[in-house]
């Protein structure tokens, strides 16, 4: 946002403007025959006074809230120092709080900076907004002032007479009053602002959740069975995305489609490793497809695992020659030209399924150039002698808690998952490649939909205490059972169905002492189920926005802390 350093410059030029008016009025004071202006001069302060004292209160209001350092408020407010003004956050803070008034905050300040001038200008005040007798030093050059009377004040007096002084100092004033009313304004508009941008978000998610399930249907159509024979598998990448206020509705998966390797002769397979990013879109009869290149099918792995930010405005590089996508009749046979595979971006057709149509995209993929080998659960990442560092975390910590909001009962993810149920895949050459996945195969003519494992009756919300065991897992880097200590054994001294859940909520009410604020307490709600709300269901609107705000939210500030927002 650009132009909020005007607000500096017009708190700037205020106590000049002022200091010039009071010299003027002595100046007027000491000339002879003058004495009737003295009192213009005093009115001209008093109401410049007034009306620049609202703005500076509207400063105060404006920026107040946003909770900024001592140091930094002195600097605007105090100091009135325009670069500080220009500060970028600071900037993004402001445009938080005005949301889409911001441009016209910023215009009704260059106006009112550019009706300040033109008074100076009237007053004859020198660049420095000083009047021409006035030294740099504050003295008075007594012979300056005598002469400034003498000739130029016959000049600009017809003004005061004219009260066209007067008219200026009341678009001033109204230009303050303006811009007061849209700062408290803006200010009282602000929680409704908030609320609507995560109602808009928990729609997001929920579409995100039912694009997901769809993408499940449609690829569980094609490959189960498949004219191969041989049992796919689907492994879907794990994404945070970014925040979205819901307008956009064209959300990408990326999928890595390989086989049950167990289950077939490797030899017999008709291709292996595939990289695939679907975007669902609603069916339109105009719809074009044209191929493009994603940010992430650039991606290079480097750190394992890594964090996908996903933007539903990926789309940037279109190339030219838009046509038609070809419908896929079949998705095996068209997956079996590598060639494409080399065409990063390259559309190989549309998944038609009624109302919606996926368009299928080859990509790169973290795997193409060091070709998997391999998929290592999550589970096996902890239990591994390797420590977990503070990056891999905080990230896959991140990366769960979103994707648990895109997947809760989806046939992705088994309501009660664990560290078993997430795949962090290894290169040939042992290297962890980047990004965590969901893994499913197409063997069975029914593939159950989300495998309930035993129920949990002390546990509200299946999914939530699984996210907070596995966080536990992460930050121990053990699994949860391998913690277990006397004091979580039942009366008898012997495991019972309440002995996990015992483990888990006396390991998150200790989490504090070894983990950051952030972490510990999305753990603590997520094992405890700990929202201040009616419902612990993420079909529940308000519930689910609670979870953003209580879970995933702290989890991306640790995350921002550590990699510096950068993937
Ligand atoms: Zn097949």
Redesign the pocket.
Known sequence: MAGLEVAGVVLGSIPLVISALEHYGEGVAVMKNMRDFEYVFDDIQTQFAASVGIYVNSCYQLLGPLNLPDEQMNELLDERNIRAWSEPKLQSGVQARLGPNTKVYISLMAKLNKRIRLFCKKLKLDDDLKPPWLGSDGSIDEKARRKFFKSTWTKIKGGFDAAKYATLLEGIDRDIDKISKLTSGGLQLEPLRAERKNRMQSIYWQNVRHQAERLFDSLSAR?NP?????P?QANLRLDVRKENDGQDEHTRFAFLLTFEKSACIPQSL?WDWRHIEIESSQSLVTQQVIPITTESSRKTAHFAPSIIVSSSTQATSRSASPSLAAKIDN???ALMDGSQFFQIGCCLGVLDDQQWQHHVYAVAGPGSNDQVSEPASLNEMICGARSITTRQKCTLALTLASSVLQLHDTPWLPRSWDTKDIFILKGKSGSILPSAYVSRTFDSPTVSPAVVKGRRSCVKNEHLFALGVALLEIAHGAPLMSLLTPEDLNDDGQQDSMTEFRVATRLADEIHEAESENYARAVLRCIRCNFDSFQADFGDQEFREKYFEGVIMPLQTDWEFVTGGKT
């Open positions: 490959f498949c004219a191969c024979n041989q796919h008709p998705l095996c046979g």
